[in-house]
């Protein structure tokens, strides 16, 4: 299996807020991720950044720095995905394309959403540097 190039976002509000997605489509629907996806074909990181989080959310942003690299490895994918901060710069919250909500999460609610301990540890890396 080819790995695939993704890229991930963590859409700082404030040091304490930030978005998180529903998955609406595989690998793992209805789990709470920052909004992201694949890099097609000769598109820049930081665009397809910014069209991912526009088309799962409603927002343009900013792209920031880099966070983290990570990989998502299952039976049937191998995303090598690369998480940046953002901010936003206009648009309103709406979840779109592959996303079943979309919301606004404090850091103290983050537990109750069940995101995996990498998606914990890349959100609480963006909002350090926040």
Known sequence: MIPVLAVGAVVVIDPQRFVLIQRGTPPNVGSWSLPGGRVSG???LSAALEREVLEETGLVVAVGEL???????GDDYHYVVLDYAARVVSGELV???????ARIVHLDELASYGVTDLV??????ALARA
């Open 120 to 125: 914990d540890r890349v959100i609480r890396r």
């Open 42 to 44: 000769a598109e820049r």
């Open 95 to 101: 979840a779109g394309d592959d996303a079943a909500d």
């Open 67 to 73: 966070i983290e690299v990570v990989e998502l490895i």
